[in-house]
């Protein structure tokens, strides 16, 4: 069942390029019509270029064709949780959770349900089993335990009193911010933060805690994305403090409405080609009464060198409209109003019915014309 261009399509799969693994695998499916498995994988690449329909009859087709493979639904789970088709998801998960309710994979995507339902840590503790499975964390940081030169994992609030705790940063700039909130719950319990994280972050948040790249001395450590669950708590207010002698360095001369305006993030991230904004689109925002200014670090005439020059810029802006990116979370732990627009299927922060920062709006993205601009624009001037 398997072919040359099966195998290159694979290949341009795991590279991210979905529009040549898609080319490839349909060419290999003109004499390989019944194989499931590369019509599944034809439907996960067209899940992930946002060709909705043209990926649910793939996935379809490929379910009919391996009934025997139940963990298939997984991928029209994932599906219709994006084009948030509730009838269609409800009945696949009641399958899946009678077949397979020890899948892994079925836990984990099935964690936002119970964080976009009200229980928020509940879902931090099931998407643990995504962290076995490299969806989220990072070798880099040596999370697996045994790989740690010494110490363990917090598992007790009652453990921290006394203790030195280093606090992992997980995934991108915007998850080691997220996660550098804990940093003050872990002092008033009487322990000791050493924070891990990226070092470009440092000098933003060394006044959290001492902050290396590389922890070797403490007592327990704490992913990031764990310390939801384990304090069941999320602090909202204001984190990240610009220095004053940046904000003086980036002042802005302008009678308009000041925006600051971030189009994509990380370009490796798994999901980045369906988060980002037309930088057309937010051009468009400028008028008689709105000025725009581009916080895109690889598009912009501001200098961004350091995060501490991006906080600077930000605090003389009047608000902050972004996709989903690490600018945004900045921006939100400075107190500042923002607005993210948020792809189908919106980060954590957004889907909870907590609180994470003091002043932040979400629009989802609508499937059919993707952001409304006279609804941000009413936003802005609100």
């Not at 440092?202 to 304090?231: M, Q, R």
Request: net charge negative.
């Amino acid at each position: 069942m398997k072919s040359i261009y099966n195998d290159i399509a694979r290949e341009y799969y795991l590279k991210r390029d979905f529009a040549a693994a898609i080319a490839y695998v349909t060419v290999h499916l003109r004499d390989h019509s019944h194989d499931a498995e590369a019509w599944l994988n034809l439907g996960k690449a067209l899940t992930n270029t946002e060709k909705f329909l043209d990926a649910e009859n793939a996935l379809l087709l490929a379910c009919k064709l391996a009934p025997e493979k139940i963990d298939y639904l997984l991928d029209l789970q994932v599906l219709y949780s994006l084009t948030c088709e509730v009838v269609k998801y409800n009945r696949i998960v009641e399958k899946l959770k009678a077949a397979i309710p020890d899948e892994p994979r079925l836990i984990f995507n099935c964690a936002w349900d119970r964080m976009r339902a009200g229980e928020t840590y509940e879902g931090f503790a099931d998407l643990e089993v995504g962290r076995k499975m490299g969806f989220f964390g990072s070798n880099y940081y040596m999370l697996t335990p045994g790989e740690l030169p010494w110490g363990e994992r917090l598992t007790n609030i009652k453990d921290i009193a006394g203790h030195k705790i280093a606090l992992i940063g997980e995934g991108g700039l915007g998850d080691e911010i997220i996660s550098a909130r804990y940093a003050p719950l872990i002092e008033r319990y009487g322990g000791i933060p050493e924070l891990m994280m990226k070092k470009s972050l440092h000098s933003i948040l060394s006044h959290l805690g001492t902050c290396k790249e590389k922890v070797e001395d403490y007592d327990y450590y704490l992913p990031g994305l764990g310390a939801v669950a384990l304090f069941r708590e999320i602090p909202n207010e204001k984190y990240l403090f610009p220095k004053a002698e940046y904000v003086a360095k980036h002042g802005i001369s302008s009678d308009k409405i000041k925006v600051g305006i971030c189009w994509h993030g990380n370009t490796s991230y798994e999901w980045e080609q369906i988060r980002g904004v037309p930088k057309e689109s937010l051009y468009g925002l400028v008028s008689d009464t709105i000025d725009v200014f581009s916080l895109q670090q690889d598009d912009t005439n501001l200098d961004l060198s350091t995060w501490d020059d991006t906080l600077g810029v930000i605090a003389n802006l009047d608000c902050v409209v972004s996709s989903c990116t690490s600018v945004v979370h900045a921006a939100g732990a400075m107190g500042k109003r923002v607005l993210v627009l948020s792809p189908l299927a919106p980060y954590y922060p957004w889907i909870t019915q907590e609180k994470w920062y003091p002043d932040v709006t979400v629009i989802k993205k609508n499937p059919e014309y993707g952001y409304d601009a006279e609804e941000i624009k009413g936003w802005i001037c609100r």
